[in-house]
């Protein structure tokens, strides 16, 4: 009797340390970034075009090139994405074709990164002749955003009750003026959650802007969407291993950025998820 | 013997391979009550669902028979479905308000209409509510949210929501199960003020509620339409040995 | 009554809907470009290619030398390791928030494990050189960039996607399992290896596969701490040696290569093998996903 409780003491505690050897490395690793990165982040840093083959000066044409990608994706993958999920949750029946989606958007969210890049190369860059630009990297992230967008706003849309769409149908409305109405406004903050954490995961990305539209160095800002631009990953991605003698300052406070950009846009989208869900009368 | 309002004629339903209604035929009067009772699972939500074609969002199910609204075959192809479930409205068992204000779910059905202006509204408003006899109590609130509403006034409201449209027939699904007597009563009393202008199918709660309101009383069992003639007979002189049995409390 | 616009909004409706039904199918067609895409890019590498060449040991691009074999073993060792690493972490966490620990464990740990999830790869790959890299050469290694440090960091990147799937898996077991386990006289822990954790079985198999799939398609943060050597993994100490993955291979070479070489269609080639791995990978996990539907919609 005294063994078993003793092995489940011993094995509790072995969970114990395999949460701590999970988690204390993230906070470390934040605690890191954030200790060496935030003596090089000021203004000047934040708005000013780099100096000194990138030694110097500060990382704007970086910053706005990741806000630029991160909102033609919004643009590209948010009506595709959402449409994909209503017609999944409101529209579809559970036939062969429907299975098909499904695993088609499995598929999707398993494809690696790099593989969209070599897709957006040939597709967008070399097919569609649109060339390394803000355009075909907007698209590339934004077919890598889709699967993510797809499953959380279904999922989102399926947490609206059942009756509604029935309560509107016997009041003389047609499926869609259910969905216009009530559903898509009741699962909106679900959409919005899940919509972030899409373009969170782009806004991070490298691989995929490699070929379509990272530039290395540009020495002015992006002109138009058929203009090559910096962006954040890359940046820190050349910084770090194209540059030697790049002091570590510098590189810390690159990957401080967009740290900061991508945990704020994580902590954004659990605040509204967890407002909404508070308010919420069903 | 007034107007007909409704013929169902041969309706058989199936969920899949479950039958659900067996050949049933009846014609329902023009602005009285009629009252489908029977115990659980014999059918008459079912056929609640079939007149204003509800059904039509379950999926795996067949229809056969015809069911006539003012004569015309509500199934046929020609059969505008909004414009149907405008005409027949449906109160459900559980208070169902949508998310929204009072005014908002008074105005829901009219707004997916395409009615609007202030003054239309308001009259709207006005005459739904008081309809429902729900009025007095949420005049002064018809801004705050439904679901702040007792569940009496919820079930009221929904009634109020459906007569919105102004439809001919009133679809009631056992609309007083989740309510206290009282509440009970003042929705019994709107239904007796409502039948001098509307046509009203009920499913009871109770047997005593049947026979409180019933013009005409239509006894189902597993699928079947046991007897169906006005409330009072049925219910002092049912024919049935079965209709008998279910009133007086043998089974069900 | 009739408003007069009637058969003008039935259109608009008519066509949004079809739009509708437009967007739902376009996964479809997305996954059928991108393979469509690898292929036509790809194909025609393993035709331009001798087979011997292929499947050589060494992978020289600029003497035509393209074996692609030691891309692929470096990609298994580091992936497999990986998965090594962070299955039991991933399980055990698992299992001590859903299972042992008071709900306000799971409340401090969540958030930071979605942090985890959020860290672009390329930072870690920075960390991993920065920080990982060192403490590596210390214990040992002839250089601190090596298979192991990039299994290390890929072993965190797939964390995330295993915890949270096998927590939602463990999740599914129902209560009435746990109480017959504790009402049969075995502790907490007995009831949690020998009941729950079986019976989640088919979700914590999903959870790997996917961890997999994540941790075999990793990009920037394999190709900046694995020292991207292609040498044949075959030694005891090849852990401990530089590696190259596939997926660094192409995110390193594709910038310099001139479109329609050989070169260039040998790295659609190697994308094609990764999207075929990654497909099967998934595959499996989807069909766990979708036997368990299947099963019981309603829990």
């Not at chain 2, 669902?49 to 046929?76: A, C, H, M, P, W």
């Not at chain 2, 013009?215 to 209709?243: V, W």
């Not at chain 3, 962070?86 to 709900?103: D, I």
Request: aromatic share 8%; net charge neutral.
């Amino acid at each position: 009797m005294k063994k078993r409780y003793l092995t489940q003491k011993v094995g509790f505690s072995l969970l114990v340390i395999a949460a701590l050897v999970v988690v204390l490395p993230i906070l470390l690793v934040i605690g890191i970034i954030v200790a060496r990165g935030i003596g090089a982040i000021d203004w000047t840093y934040l708005t000013t075009m780099p100096l000194e083959g990138m030694k110097e000066g500060g990382i704007f044409p970086a910053i706005l090139g990741t806000l630029l990608l991160t909102l033609g994706t919004a643009v590209a993958a948010i009506p595709v994405g959402v449409g994909g999920a209503i017609y999944l949750s409101e529209y579809a029946r559970d036939t062969v074709l429907t299975r098909a989606i499904r695993l088609a958007i499995i598929n999707l969210a398993g494809i690696p990164s790099v593989v969209y890049g070599l897709f957006g190369l040939g597709l967008f860059v070399l097919f569609l002749n649109f060339g390394t630009s803000i355009l075909a990297g907007s698209l590339t992230l934004a077919i890598m955003t889709m699967p993510i967008i797809i499953s959380s706003a279904e999922e989102a849309l399926r947490a609206v009750p059942t009756e509604f769409r029935t309560v509107s149908a016997s009041l003389g409305g047609s499926r869609w003026q259910g969905i216009r109405h009530i559903v898509l406004p009741q699962a909106l903050p679900g959409i919005i959650t899940g919509v972030i954490l899409g373009l969170l995961r782009a806004a991070g990305e490298t691989a995929p802007i490699l070929f379509t539209v990272a530039a290395f160095y540009l020495p002015r800002l992006p002109r138009s969407i058929f203009d090559q631009t910096m962006a954040l990953p890359y940046h820190l991605y050349v910084i770090s291993t194209q540059v030697p003698g790049m002091p570590v300052q510098m590189q810390y406070g690159t990957a401080l950025v967009l740290l900061i950009f991508v945990l704020s846009l994580n902590i954004f989208a659990s605040v509204i998820r967890s407002y909404y869900r508070r308010k919420r009368e069903w | 013997m007034p107007k007909t309002k409704i013929n169902i004629k041969n309706i058989s339903y199936f969920y899949g391979e479950k039958q659900a209604l067996n050949n049933v035929t009846l014609d329902v009067p023009e602005k009285e009550i009629t009252v489908f009772f029977g115990p659980a699972g014999g059918g008459k939500t079912t056929i609640l669902r079939l007149i204003n074609r509800l059904n039509d969002l379950v999926e795996g199910t067949k229809l056969e028979g015809k069911i006539y609204v003012d004569g015309r075959d509500i199934y046929s192809p020609e059969t505008n479905v909004p414009d149907l479930r405008r005409q027949v409205g449906m109160v459900f068992a559980l208070p169902l308000p949508l998310p929204g204000t009072v005014r908002e779910n008074v105005l829901y059905g009219p707004m997916l209409a395409h009615i609007n202006g202030r003054a239309q509204e308001d009259e709207i408003l006005y005459r739904s509510l008081s309809q429902a006899a729900l009025w007095d109590e949420v005049k002064d609130r018809l801004d705050d949210p439904a679901s702040e509403l007792s569940g009496g006034q919820q079930q009221r409201l929904c009634i109020a929501r459906s007569l919105a449209l102004e439809p001919d027939v009133l679809l009631l699904d056992e609309p007083t199960s989740g309510l206290d007597p009282i509440s009970t009563a003042k929705v019994e009393e709107s239904l007796f003020a409502l039948k001098e202008e509307y046509t009203i199918i009920i499913v009871p709660h109770s047997i005593q509620q049947a026979g409180r309101v019933a013009d005409r009383a239509a006894f189902f069992l597993m699928g079947e339409l046991i007897e169906y003639k006005p409330g009072k007979e049925l219910f002092t002189n049912p024919q049935q040995e079965k209709t008998e049995d279910y009133i007086t409390g043998r089974f069900g | 009554m009739n408003p007069p616009d009637k058969t003008q909004r039935n259109w608009s409706t008519f066509f949004i809907e079809a739009l509708i039904r437009l967007l739902g199918f376009s996964s479809i067609g997305f996954v059928l470009l991108i393979f469509l895409f690898l292929l036509q890019e790809g194909i025609p590498a393993f035709f331009q290619v001798p087979l011997g060449n292929l499947l050589s040991e060494l992978w020289y691009p600029t003497f035509d030398l393209y074996g692609i074999l030691p891309l692929l073993l470096g990609s298994l060792l580091i992936t497999l390791t990986a998965i090594l690493i962070a299955v039991p972490l991933s399980v055990g966490t698992a299992v001590l928030v859903r299972e042992a620990a008071p709900p306000w464990v799971r409340e401090v740990l969540k958030p930071m494990i979605e942090a985890l999830a959020g860290i672009p790869s390329v930072v870690l790959g920075f960390l991993g050189m920065t920080l990982v890299a060192p403490i590596v050469q210390k214990l040992g290694a002839p250089t601190g960039l090596t298979a192991f440090t990039g299994a290390l960091i890929l072993a965190y990147m797939s964390m995330p996607t295993i915890i949270s799937v096998a927590e939602d898996a463990l999740d599914t077991v129902p209560k009435s399992y746990r109480d017959a386990g504790l009402s049969m006289g075995a502790t907490k822990w007995q009831t949690i290896w020998r009941v729950v954790v079986p019976a989640a079985r088919s979700g914590i198999v999903t959870a790997v596969m996917l961890g997999l799939g994540r941790a075999i398609g990793e990009t920037m943060a394999v190709m900046m701490v694995t020292g991207n050597a292609a040498r044949m993994p075959l030694s005891l100490d090849s852990l401990f040696r530089p590696a190259r993955t596939m997926t660094a291979t192409i995110a390193a070479e594709m910038g310099e290569v001139a479109h329609g070489s050989i070169h260039y269609h040998m790295l659609f080639g190697i994308g094609l093998i990764l999207f075929t791995l990654t497909f099967i990978i998934n595959l499996i996990a989807a069909s766990t996903i979708f036997k368990k539907r299947k099963k019981g919609g309603l829990r």
